[in-house]
């Protein structure tokens, strides 16, 4: 099956931890994204990659990092330094329709909690 | 003012009604615009792209008004199973960073 997966489901981080979060595409998108989402409120960019070996800061970077060695994986870390962790981490990768127009789409989520 | 705004909700609606979601953005270099759904505690997923001429799929048909920066979700004949978040995604068209997600609008469709 072609898709978007996300793991763990659940993660469960301590005070100082720091703690990663795995996405594969087998899509063959080029683009990837990570968001996070509070309760009752929007998706907000965390970073993005449009190729491999590439990624940019999206409006909430302070106290994540993500690497792209492979354009199937994206993975996130949620380091020590973020101090309110607690949320629902969701990846995305986008695709180019033949008429142009992008498309997102998103893997399961990840719902991380701290202890 | 936030890029995306969409109605605050939620609504409540009986089956069967028909129900109507604005959505506004700020940016007027946008150049492409969805529909997500997203369930409680599940990722969005796309519903529908919508298109300057509006499109329908089913009950579902969007419009789009580039003038007045106004994008609409009418749901017809509604279901249990419509009960769900509807996200409004507009693409700036920046590269890399252009999907703006607005707030969402909670739908539940009471028996």
């Not at chain 2, 009986?14 to 759904?37: H, I, K, L, M």
């Amino acid at each position: 099956d072609g898709g978007i997966t996300q793991s763990p489901k659940y993660l469960f981080r301590k005070e100082g931890q720091n703690v990663t979060l795995s996405c594969e595409q087998n899509l063959n998108h080029d683009a990837m994204y990570w968001y996070r989402q509070d309760p009752g409120q929007g998706l907000r960019l965390i970073y993005y990659s449009q190729i491999v070996n590439d990624f940019q800061k999206g409006d909430i970077a302070e106290g994540y990092s993500v690497s792209r060695e492979k354009k199937e994986s994206f993975p996130l870390t949620v380091t020590s330094a973020q101090k309110n962790p607690t949320a629902f981490y969701l990846c995305a990768s986008k695709r180019y329709s033949s008429g142009g127009q992008e498309t997102q789409y998103f893997g399961p989520g990840t719902r991380l909690l701290v202890l | 003012r936030k890029e995306v705004e969409q109605d605050p909700g939620p609504f409540n609606v009986p089956e069967g009604a028909t129900v109507a979601f604005n959505c506004t953005y700020s940016n007027s270099a946008s150049q492409s615009f969805f529909w997500y759904r997203q369930d409680c505690r599940k990722e969005p997923k796309l519903l529908m792209s919508v298109y300057s001429s509006g499109n329908e799929d089913g009950r579902f048909t969007a419009q789009l008004n580039r003038a007045s920066q106004y994008i609409s979700l009418l749901i017809r004949d509604s279901k249990l199973s419509d009960s769900a978040t509807y996200l409004c995604v507009v693409n700036k068209g920046d590269r890399g960073q252009n999907f703006v997600f607005g707030p969402g609008t909670r739908l539940s469709v009471l028996p």
